[in-house]
């Protein structure tokens, strides 16, 4: 199955510049808050760092997004 999504990466700091209402409602943030993943329902700012659906899935299962087995 094809996934066709794209994401893109914000420091915390920077959210005031997500424009909101062309995102999912699914924003996700790194373990230590930092940083936030987006979705985009809809085309981002030609200024955004585009990631595919893999990388974001990879991204999502490090250990800056995910706690281990051995953390829980």
Not at 23 to 31: D, E, F, G, H, T
């Amino acid at each position: 199955m094809d996934i066709n999504r794209i994401y893109t990466i914000y420091n915390k700091s920077d959210i005031d510049n997500v424009p909101i209402q062309k995102i999912a409602n699914y924003i996700r943030y790194s373990l230590d808050g930092t940083q936030l993943i987006v979705e985009w329902t809809d085309t981002p700012p030609s200024d955004a760092v585009i990631i595919s659906h893999d990388d974001a899935v990879d991204l999502m299962q490090t250990s800056e997004w995910t706690v281990s087995d051995t953390e829980e």
